[in-house]
């Protein structure tokens, strides 16, 4: 109860805080802040309402990070979304629905390095390839990943330790390395 | 009975080579008897069997019951000791006695039974599809149910590999060894087999493995 009502607290002083010093990060009301919440970056970030972020029970090293590497990049987080002990890293456009709960997973849109010698900027990506998108009424689970150009379907559910690099169909369970559907 | 005779004199003979190592096994050892003090009088479903030697933080979070073999190690690995989180109050978690547990993450909300003599590195043994299961269920509201919680059970004398996930309703056999990174998801392992690979498929007996290398 007394947590609740400090992560209120603690959500709209976030808020005001983006509001006043960081126009790029437009959160809308009701935003709860149990744990760190950390946002960096020079791209466009809207949080929608409700959302929740705190971290991983019994795990007090892990917060919720979210990232934009370029001034491009896009972040839009849904109503109703759960992070706990979630980074998002983004160089393109990331995309969470609403309903969305996220445990302990790593959510990035890019290799951030090519895999030639020269291990630069990788060019062979673009917005329209790498994009995330999760949809409404999704679960993924611990200490799993989400890459480069996913699609997570309308209520699909990823199963802890999984590598979602392919997309995912609405409704699905998915675990694995990499994520591919199963019936347990 | 001679075989316990034996250590304790290897050990005390290290303990005279190495007074670094006696010292550092009395301060777990104390560090460890703080720890079952206070869990005992704090804690009453949480058991703690003494001696028990910390040389990381143990945490033991939730309103289920924990019990913890004698002579356990918690050491520190990648900045974690032992956490143990318990999600409901029927929860049971039973650690047997003789392991070395460093950052090993337990997170229960039925039963989670691990043997004697388990060797973990950081690794998660996790017996719910989600740590918070109420949420997940009213998020998902059609389509695809969440499989339930199921028990777990680790045998005896189990090696966890690093990072290696063992998730609801496996039943991983004595003298298994988990390759890092493995992820089995309700999986049943054979003993003395050699498991690797997200999802783990065909684990290796490790009695032909052993054959091979000669």
């Given at each position: 109860m007394m947590t609740d009502i400090f992560a209120s607290l603690r959500g709209g002083l976030f808020r005001l805080r983006c509001r006043l010093f960081r126009p790029n990060i437009q959160i809308r009301k009701g935003l709860k802040v149990y744990k760190k919440l950390r946002i960096d970056g020079p791209g466009m970030i809207y949080i929608g309402e409700n959302c929740k972020v705190c971290g991983i029970r019994g795990d007090h090293s892990q917060y919720v990070t979210i990232d934009t590497h370029s001034p491009d990049a896009v972040i839009t987080i849904g109503d109703r979304v759960s992070l706990y002990a979630v980074r998002i890293s983004s160089k393109f456009h990331i995309t969470i629905g609403n309903n969305v709960l996220v445990e302990e997973a790593g959510i990035v849109d890019?290799?951030?390095?090519?895999?030639?010698?020269?291990?630069?900027?990788?060019?062979?990506?673009s917005k329209e390839k790498c994009r995330i998108s999760i949809g409404n009424n999704v679960c993924i689970g611990a200490k799993s990943i989400v890459t480069k150009g996913v699609n997570v379907g309308d209520g699909a559910v990823v199963a802890p330790g999984s590598v979602v690099s392919m997309s995912v169909m609405p409704g699905s369970l998915v675990s694995g390395n990499p994520a591919k559907q199963t019936t347990a | 009975m001679k075989n316990n005779s034996i250590r304790v004199i290897q050990n005390l003979k290290r303990w005279v080579r190495e007074p670094s190592y006696g010292f550092r096994l009395t301060k777990g050892l104390v560090r460890g008897g703080f720890y079952v003090i206070y869990y005992r009088l704090f804690r009453r479903n949480v058991r703690i069997r003494f001696p028990f030697f910390a040389y990381a933080k143990v945490a033991i979070i939730g309103p289920g019951s924990v019990s913890i073999g004698r002579n356990c190690h918690v050491f520190e690995n990648v900045f974690r000791g032992l956490t143990i989180v318990t999600l409901s109050r029927d929860a049971v978690v039973t650690i047997g006695a003789g392991c070395s547990l460093g950052g090993l993450t337990v997170r229960c909300i039925n039963s989670v039974e691990i043997g004697d003599k388990t060797m973990s590195a950081v690794s998660l043994v996790q017996d719910s599809f989600f740590v918070n299961m109420d949420e997940a269920e009213s998020t998902v509201n059609r389509g695809n149910a969440i499989p339930p919680a199921r028990p777990l059970v680790i045998g005896n004398n189990v090696w966890l590999g690093g990072h290696s996930l063992v998730l609801g309703g496996s039943r991983v056999g004595d003298d298994c060894v988990l390759a890092a990174c493995s992820v089995s998801n309700g999986i049943e392992l054979k003993e003395y087999s050699l498991a690797s690979g997200n999802p783990v498929?065909?684990?290796?007996p490790i009695q032909q493995l052993l054959a091979l290398r000669k």
């Open positions: 890019t290799d951030f390095h090519s895999v030639d010698k020269s291990r630069g900027n990788p060019v062979y990506e | 498929k065909r684990a290796l």
